[in-house]
């Protein structure tokens, strides 16, 4: 019956991939403790090396038969990066939309096609500048209360493995936020109308929280991409739903970001890593605590969406023919800069038998990472752009595939502090995941894709599931898993009442 019931959700059932199902779903026990610098190689402290030979078949299987389509696919969208790099560039934090949170409901044309095509914006105003500072405050004095939370860096705490405190809970279930995470998921569209899920109704995901300090170096994440890394090219994480299938077949200006129902099968976190996201996350996003802005211990995006996800997917089956050493995979900085080495003509497919084991930037178990050297023609070091300075209240987020990273130096004179609460449609996995945070949230202990250990559960002041209703109402205990959905509302089409209904009998309120 389980093999039977997993085969149905694979696009291409394979003894691998049934097998590894079964062993992600075996392994969601409690994860070992540990901090954000266990989910990114970069801030463990590790080197990025070939993985096993069972990637270069991998890379095999994905582009044979279509060897001439991605060859001629790779040459255009190095065309289009070259066209469209020093547009982002010269507009800086301009390139990002924003928008009123009390305009949503009439969101400018202008807005939506800004926010599809460069996957990021800025919601103003979610809630007022003194309640997200009351929420600061608060969260500093339940820090005080518990001097044994967990944080990182050990000797200047910035980054808190913090989930359950009232500040977060308040501002997860806040009816203004999950107003503004309707209105952003209403961006994206399924190409099967029957699919089970609903953008109309956010799941409440717990993360952590930042109070990065001025003068900062040690929190100097680089560019990278969260949910999953040899995930997105394996069969058995992303593949599964065929998300990036037209990039494989050299078809890269097919790939759609925003189509939801492909997404539905991954599997994001194959080999359960501290920190790897299991939950399907339309938008990551964050709710601003400080005034921000650039290099200030803020966020930057590579706001190239599609293009950057393809040129990342398509580089590991790439290499230069000038400018390396045999067998390299990097140049030097004065080389990689240069217009010879980044020509179109100096980048040759890898022979189709003789794929290395190379997926640049990604390992096993942690983020994908991206820099200058592996990545050349992303030219990261100008086409990550900071986002427009933010003030308490604001909501930031950025699409599930952006490339995203953070000031390599705080170099502002206050705190850069925010929430992290990306943005969740309800689904069978999300629900399923809802299942396994809410027994975390009643015992206290970090949310599920998180280092694990005691967490808050001896705390003071942590929530009770016997506070959240008057905390945040019905619909904030319905996003935490804690309430009831109403499958039987008016105006539900069938794939939303599909993802009520299957949603509530995963959580146990009817069989």
Not at 68 to 86: A, F, G, K, Q, Y
Not at 210 to 238: I, N, Q, T
Not at 356 to 373: F, I, Y
Not at 381 to 399: E, L
Request: glycine letters at 8%; charged letters at 25%; aromatic letters at 8%.
């Amino acid at each position: 019956m389980i093999l039977s019931a997993l085969k149905s959700t694979i696009r291409h059932p394979t003894s691998r991939c049934i097998t590894a199902q079964l062993r992600t779903a075996a392994t969601q026990a409690q994860k070992r403790a540990g901090d954000i610098s266990d989910a990114f190689v970069s801030l463990s402290g590790q080197q990025f090396t070939p993985l096993a030979p069972e990637y270069a078949a991998l890379k095999t299987r994905l582009i044979t038969g279509a060897e001439n389509e991605v060859r001629e696919s790779w040459d255009r969208l190095l065309r289009h990066l070259r066209e469209e790099i020093p547009l982002i560039v010269e507009l800086g934090s301009k390139v990002i939309p924003e928008i009123d949170f009390k305009d949503i409901d009439n969101a400018p044309e202008h807005f939506g096609q800004e926010l599809r095509k460069r996957g990021v914006a800025v919601v103003r105003g979610v809630v007022s500048e003194e309640q997200a500072l009351q929420w600061k405050a608060d969260l500093k004095d339940y820090i005080k209360q518990n001097p044994q939370t967990k944080a990182f860096p050990a000797d200047r705490p910035q980054v808190f493995e913090l989930y359950w405190s009232r500040a977060q809970l308040l501002a997860r279930g806040n009816p203004n936020l999950l107003k503004s995470h309707r209105f952003l998921m209403s961006y994206w569209h399924s190409a099967d109308p029957q699919a089970a899920l609903s953008t109309k109704h956010p799941v409440s995901y717990a993360d952590r929280l930042r109070m990065r300090l001025p003068g900062d170096a040690k929190f100097a994440l680089g560019p990278h991409v969260d949910g999953g890394s040899v995930e997105r090219w394996d069969e058995c994480g992303y593949g599964l739903g065929g998300v990036y299938d037209s990039i494989w077949k050299g078809k890269w200006e097919e790939f759609d970001p925003w189509e939801s129902s492909c997404r539905l099968p991954v599997i994001s976190d194959l080999h359960q890593g501290v920190g790897s996201c299991s939950a399907f996350r339309m938008f990551q996003g964050w709710m601003s605590l400080s005034t921000t802005s650039a290099h200030e211990g803020t966020l930057l995006v590579n706001p190239l969406l599609a293009k950057a996800t393809a040129y990342f997917l398509l580089r590991p089956f790439f290499s230069p023919r000038r400018g390396v050493e045999s067998g390299a995979q990097t140049a030097s900085e004065a080389i990689t800069n240069s217009s010879e080495f980044l020509a179109s003509d100096n980048w040759v497919m890898d022979p189709i038998s003789k794929q290395s084991s190379w997926l640049h930037g990604a390992t096993p178990g942690h983020g994908q990472e991206l820099s200058h050297l592996l990545h050349p023609h992303l030219n990261l070091q100008q086409s990550m752009i900071h986002m427009p300075t933010v003030r308490p209240g604001d909501y930031v987020a950025w699409h599930c595939d952006t490339i995203h990273a953070v000031d390599k130096v705080h170099a502002g004179k206050s705190d850069s502090s925010v929430m992290y609460i990306p943005v969740c449609p309800l689904t069978e996995g999300n629900a399923k995941y809802l299942v396994r945070q809410r027994e975390k949230f009643i015992n206290g202990i970090p949310s599920p894709d998180f280092g694990g250990g005691i967490g808050e559960s001896e705390h003071k002041g942590r929530i009770r599931v016997e506070d959240m209703d008057g905390l945040v109402g019905v619909e904030g205990c319905r996003a935490m898993g804690l309430a009831e959905w109403d499958s039987d509302a008016e105006g539900l089409h069938f794939g939303e009442r599909q993802a009520l209904d299957r949603a509530n009998k995963i959580l146990g309120y009817y069989n």
